[in-house]
């Protein structure tokens, strides 16, 4: 097969994209998945049941073995033929109505109106708590401690205005109770189940009977066989009878050692802790007791409340001194430092080492044994500065930025290095050092999981058991976020507090915004529903305060349609995720490339919704180098990022299709309506896929300041007010690219086809714009990002973003155009191929390629003139340009035209 051919559009019947399907050079190239589940082919492994053709190259790769897409019975005779049934036959209508020969008979005549009774309420398998919440709305609750022992809960409920109270031994007991309460007296006329509140049951052991009596009354009468029996079984259990731990393996801290020690030994030990704490004399800080809280008024007039902080709260440099006594030996101990439970430990083993005498083995045993439960509340961190300290070893860590970081992302990646210098072991000491993380918390938990596990041989085993048992693994964010609260605060001091508030406009599915205020810190997150959103937010303070990273997909059930269910996202959005998926998972086997997930694709969709995918790129974000973009002549790609190269591949894409519209019209995707220029075919959407959002920080719609962004090595800057020249480029060897997201919003106002292909089509804009992660912020401010700064009707653009994270898998730079049966290969780093060749899709390359069109304007071999010469063009970016700098967005940062565009390809003439 030829792969410079141009086919028409799949196959079969295709009178909406015209040509005749025995010419068509792709078969089955449209993919069936917008049909019923049911039908679809299931996702299982992305590099299996791919039916390649035959030595016909990835040309006809988009959904060979799908088929083709099925077509709509013709029903009840009707001229459509699309959505009707059966019903709207006249056969049928006679059967159930009786209107042959009867002309409009009861028109006009009127209704019986029968009153509708209560709906019935069924509360068969229904708790009270539900069935109260199906029958009312306005339901406050209230739980208060009742003060007595054992423990139990009130349960207060406000129902439309009216009081119940209930008690309980837990708070979902009585607010069942409660309920119940509330329903007998509200509505009488349903029934609901009694609540039984559940009583823990103890089992009476049974009285075994004296062995001498026993052996005395069966002697008689058992055989001499059972008797053996009864022997050997004896004696097995007292084989297997478990064997009694000592003090050492038993105890779960030093402290809980000492105390078995004590408990074991005849002679009388009191151990008496007195603790007291100071700041250094260096700080200078005032310690005041915790008072009421007060009301300023500031210079507007307005008051502002004072913070608060919790009596609990003690200063970072307190320093404690923990004295241990022991008065029957006359012995004392004392330490002083900083953690009231460092040193009260710190003072135990001194205690330990002492006064009784326990080696070094054992305390190590169990230090390392309350590490290993410890790794499950506390982080790394923590865990390896208790156990360095009770080991008489010295811990030192050093953050650094990491070279291998991309450009561009917003945070760069760091690497941590952890030392670990023991004073006992004769002066051992060890270095370590993570991998790249994403921020230095992370680093800094791997290097400190690497010390523990190798240093001081922390068994990740038991851990990964004892995680699997715990309290907090199988709660929820919300909860887990509860518990490490409750854990760390004193007395209950620290509250949490949730606030939802609704999207304005309203979307369809809902949206909602939920703030987590913990004392004076506030995490927002958004959701599908309340819940969702309030499990967000919990995530995100959990990361915030106690660097946890909760995973919430543990928790949930593994369903090949939680996409659907969990994040309300369109059908066509997950069908172009899967699809995207699928393509560039098979593609990556065919050409045996690596894949990575930093993966941006444009797809076509007709009417039938029918997908092919017809450009792709991926790449890590970088900006070239200004010395290789010198004397370049346009050979050199400058901004690497995945979105901007599937842009480039995807104007090959339109000059290939440029081509075939010369030379066979009606298999193009372009069409020409009036005048010179073409138009994308009316029944065709273009999609833009991206595995990853672009940063949008400083054009979401909440931003504190709202400005275009330029990309620098390691974060995004405002842009000036002033534009580089040509000799500023050279001397600071620095060049302003626009980041992505700018260039999308571009693209959305005046077109994707750029300036150089404005001259043969007129303006292509994107009809939906999907995301396979979620953005930091709600859809509609990522279209506003992208689509609406300026206050434009983003409408017709489906924007949407799933739910769901992804780990960054990164890869050489690659390219691949529809048409074209190979992947390219580039250096991120170059803006070349691997091979030191120009790209195909280097502006170059694209000239060049433009220039053999028939249509095209060959008089004109300069770049930099052939893009002037699109008037229409030049005069909507020009005006999209003040329109930003008049909004205050500043000024759009052009390049000289002489450092870059300036070049001319020579064209060479077909003979």
């Known amino acids: 097969m030829d792969h410079n051919n141009f086919g028409a559009f799949g196959t079969g019947d295709w009178s909406s994209f015209g040509g005749d399907s025995s010419k068509s050079g792709y078969q089955n190239t449209w993919s069936n998945w917008g049909q019923p589940p049911s039908q679809q082919p299931k996702y299982e492994n992305p590099y299996e049941n791919y039916g390649y053709a035959d030595n016909r190259g990835y040309t006809a790769f988009s959904g060979n073995d799908f088929g083709n897409f099925g077509t709509f019975p013709q029903k009840a005779g009707t001229r459509t ?42 509360t068969t398998g229904k708790t009270p708590t539900s069935v109260l919440h199906e029958l009312f709305k306005n339901i406050n609750e209230e739980f208060t401690d009742s003060g007595t022992t054992p423990k139990r809960y009130i349960c207060k409920l406000n129902v439309d205005g009216h009081i119940f109270e209930a008690d309980a031994l837990n708070k979902k007991s009585a607010k069942h109770k409660c309920s119940e309460v509330a329903i007998k007296a509200l509505r009488p006329d349903v029934y609901v189940e009694p609540f039984i509140e559940p009583v823990k049951a103890v089992s009476t052991p049974k009285k075994e009977k004296p062995q001498e009596v026993e052996s005395q009354s069966n002697s008689a009468v058992e055989p001499q066989q059972k008797k053996q029996k009864r022997a050997a079984e004896s004696d097995h259990q007292e084989q297997t009878k478990k064997q009694k731990l000592s003090p050492a393996e038993a105890a779960a ?59 609990w709260y003690k200063d970072p440099a307190t320093i404690f001194t923990v004295t241990l006594k022991f008065e029957e030996q006359g012995k004392q101990y004392q330490k002083s430092g900083k953690g009231r439970g460092m040193q009260r430990n710190l003072v135990v083993r001194e205690a330990l080492l002492d006064l009784f005498k326990v080696s070094h083995y054992d305390i190590k045993t169990v230090t390392l044994n309350s590490a290993t439960k410890r790794l499950n509340h506390f982080s790394n961190v923590s865990t390896l500065y208790q156990i360095a300290s009770i080991l008489n070893c010295n811990i030192t860590f050093d953050i650094e930025l990491s070279e291998a970081a991309p450009l561009g992302e917003g945070k760069p990646f760091y690497f941590a290095k952890c030392k670990v210098e023991s004073i006992d072991d004769s002066g051992r000491t060890a270095e370590f050092k993570s991998s790249d993380s994403l921020s230095k918390t992370m680093a800094k938990e791997q290097v400190a999981l690497l010390a523990l596990t190798q240093f001081f041989e922390i068994d990740l085993t038991k851990c990964e058991k004892k995680k699997e048992s715990g309290d907090t693994q199988s709660l929820g964010p919300a909860a887990t976020l509860h518990t490490h609260l409750a854990q760390t605060s004193k007395n209950g001091e620290l509250k949490i507090n949730y606030e939802f508030q609704d999207v304005e406009p309203k979307t369809t599915p809902p949206t909602f915004i939920c703030h987590c205020l913990i004392g004076d810190k506030k995490f927002t997150a958004v959701g599908s529903s309340k819940k ?140 020409i309506n009036k005048g010179k220029k073409a138009d994308l075919k009316p029944n065709l959407q273009l999609i833009l896929y991206a595995n990853f959002p672009p940063v949008c920080s400083m054009s979401v719609r909440d931003a504190k300041v709202k400005k275009l962004a330029y990309v620098t090595p390691i974060n995004f800057t405002p842009v000036p007010d002033d534009l580089m020249t040509t000799a500023e480029i050279r001397e600071l060897k620095e060049i302003r690219v626009h980041c992505t997201a700018d260039k999308i919003y571009k693209w959305n106002t005046v077109g994707l086809q750029g300036a150089l292909l404005s001259n043969l089509l007129n303006t292509i804009k994107l009809n939906c714009i999907f995301f396979g992660t979620d953005a930091p912020v709600p859809d509609e401010s990522l279209k506003f990002a992208l689509a609406g700064r300026l206050g434009e009707d983003t409408s017709k653009l489906q924007l949407e973003s799933i739910a769901a994270q992804m780990r960054v898998v990164t890869s050489y730079a690659q390219g691949w155009t529809r048409g074209i049966d190979s992947v390219e290969k580039i250096d991120h780093e170059t803006g070349v191929t691997i091979t030191g060749t120009p790209s195909k899709y280097s502006k170059f390359e694209l000239f060049q390629l433009y220039l053999k069109l028939k249509n095209a304007d060959t008089s004109i071999t300069n770049y930099n003139a052939a893009k002037l010469k699109g008037a229409a063009y030049q005069r909507s970016k020009k005006a999209f340009y003040n329109k930003l700098e008049k909004a205050g967005l500043g000024k759009w940062q052009t390049k000289p035209s002489e450092f870059l565009d300036h070049f001319n390809v020579t064209l060479v003439k077909a003979e």
């Not at 005032?286 to 210079?299: D, G, R």
């Not at 997909?553 to 995720?577: F, Y």
């Not at 490339?593 to 444009?602: I, K, M």
């Not at 790609?637 to 591949?649: C, G, N, Q, T, Y």
């Open 532 to 671: 969702l959103a309030k499990n967000n937010a919990a995530v995100i303070a959990l990361k915030e305060i106690f660097a946890i990273d909760f995973n919430a997909l543990e928790n949930e059930p593994a369903n090949e349609n939680a996409v659907d269910r969990n994040h309300n996202v369109s059908q066509l959005c997950h069908d172009i995720a899967e699809f995207a998926k699928r393509e560039y998972h098979g593609m990556s086997k065919y050409y045996n490339v690596r894949p990575s997930n930093q993966v941006a694709c444009f797809f076509l969709v007709n009417e039938k919704g029918e997908k092919r995918l017809i450009a792709s790129g991926s790449s890590m974000q970088n900006i070239v180098d200004t010395g290789k973009l010198n004397q370049s002549g346009g050979k050199t790609l400058v901004h690497m990022d995945p979105i901007v190269l599937a842009r480039r591949s995807l104007l090959r894409y339109f000059i290939q299709e440029l081509a075939v519209m010369e030379n066979d019209p009606e298999n193009s995707v372009f069409i």
């Open 81 to 122: 033929g699309f959505g009707f049934n059966s019903a709207l036959g006249p056969e049928w209508s006679q059967k159930h109505f009786g209107t042959k020969g009867k002309k409009n008979a009861n028109r006009g005549q009127p209704q019986q109106q029968i009153p509708k009774g209560p709906k019935p309420v069924v």
């Open 253 to 311: 801290s030093l402290y809980d050692l000492m105390q078995r020690i004590i408990s074991d030994s005849s002679e009388k030990y009191v151990p008496v802790f007195e603790i007291t704490e100071e700041l250094p004399p260096t700080t200078e800080v005032k310690k005041e007791e915790p008072v009421e809280t007060t009301m300023e008024t500031n210079e507007d007039g307005e008051q502002k409340k004072e913070k608060k902080l919790p009596k």
